[in-house]
């Protein structure tokens, strides 16, 4: 859950907390995944694109994605935290096999439904 406060609105002194870090590269990526519809055409092509670009990146990479779902013209993939070195290693490989057709890339740790941490790539067109 995500909670943004209006702009010139200020925290009373007990509740705000300082951000860490991610928080502002965050929230715009995934506000703006959210609020995407679908596109059932273009979904399917991509989520089957990013498949095939982590598989040929490295053969170990894709079975560590927790979760793929594309959207109108964002991807989102959750990769399992163990995973982080793998992931860097192979950054450079998945954005050329995808990167005609996805071209942009965000990166970011959150938490998980399983109480561990993630890494979050959102690939957009």
Do not use: H
């Not at 870090?21 to 929230?27: D, G, H, K, R, S």
């Not at 995944?33 to 694109?49: G, H, I, K, L, N």
Request: hydrophobic content about 45%.
């Amino acid at each position: 859950m995500m909670l943004t406060r209006a702009p010139g609105a200020s925290a009373p002194p007990a509740l705000a907390a300082p951000q860490a870090p991610e928080t502002p590269a965050v929230a715009p990526s995934e506000t703006m995944f959210r609020a995407e519809q679908v596109d059932p055409a273009w979904s399917m092509y991509a989520t089957s694109a990013v498949r095939a670009a982590l598989a040929r990146a490295n053969a170990g990479l894709e079975s560590q994605v927790r979760r793929l779902e594309c959207r109108s013209k964002t991807c989102r993939i959750e990769i399992n935290p163990t995973s982080a070195d793998l992931l860097e290693s192979s950054m450079a490989a998945v954005l050329a096999n995808v990167g005609t057709a996805i071209p942009n890339m965000t990166a970011t740790q959150v938490g998980s439904d399983d109480g561990s941490e993630a890494t979050v790539l959102y690939l957009t067109r």
